[in-house]
């Protein structure tokens, strides 16, 4: 840890400006251990916990009586519905390991596929997007609420929110491997835009430990035109 915390770091004064190289052989290999879902969800529950009672809350009031979850990762967000749910993400060994978790339950499937090139024909009432939007491209997002607005009603999003308080959080944020962390203002833009869906409510909240922020938004499609 030490010898990668000098790669990716330098200091001037009492500041920290961080160089992350991300195509080094250092920063593949740091994550190469997140493609394990046990090394991922240890990350998830020590550093950037809390996120399944925050869901839980918002969506409280929420009807819905089937999911897609786009970015499924280890399954966790599937936990937390007893309605049809389809799981979608690129990770072949997050899937992998989804499918073997969830063997027994019926109402539970997982597909390994890019979310932004996918399109799906059935129909759910909720979409589900969650630490996913700031691995996305501002044209990979156009085109994935282009076809999740022909099969999903409402649209939860929880991404990450910039910390620039203090110096570990920029750092974090920093390895990410997702590139286009937004401020709250741009994702609500960039998930409106296009006019597919529009925000009806929105919150945003620190993980217990405050390394981390997101927002929350739930998005309703619009209606169509006849014709």
Not at 160 to 178: C, E, F, K, Q, T
């Amino acid at each position: 840890m030490r010898d990668l915390m000098r790669d990716l770091m330098r200091r001037s004064g009492d500041r920290i400006f961080v160089t992350v190289d991300k195509s080094s052989a250092l920063y593949r290999k740091v994550f190469d251990l997140f493609e394990r879902p046990a090394v991922f969800n240890a990350y998830q529950t020590v550093v950037d916990g809390g996120k399944g009672r925050q869901i839980r809350r918002f969506l409280q009031s929420v009807q819905f009586e089937s999911v897609i979850d786009i970015g499924c990762g280890t399954g966790n967000w599937a936990e937390l519905v007893d309605v049809p749910y389809l799981g979608i993400d690129s990770s072949p060994s997050f899937i992998a390991g989804c499918t073997r978790r969830f063997a027994g339950d019926t109402t539970k499937r997982f597909v390994q596929a890019d979310a932004a090139d996918l399109e799906i024909v059935e129909q759910f009432d909720l979409a589900m997007l969650i630490s996913v939007l700031h691995h996305l491209s501002d044209a990979e997002v156009d085109r994935l609420l282009s076809w999740l607005s022909g099969c999903a009603k409402q649209f939860f999003v929880l991404d990450l929110y910039p910390v620039n308080r203090n110096p570990l959080s920029r750092w974090l944020y920093r390895m990410d491997r997702g590139d286009f962390v937004r401020e709250r203002d741009e994702q609500r833009q960039l998930l409106e835009r296009g006019g597919h869906f529009s925000v009806v409510k929105e919150d945003d909240y620190y993980c217990p430990n405050g390394l981390y922020r997101h927002t929350l938004f739930l998005l309703r499609r619009e209606a169509r035109s006849p014709g």
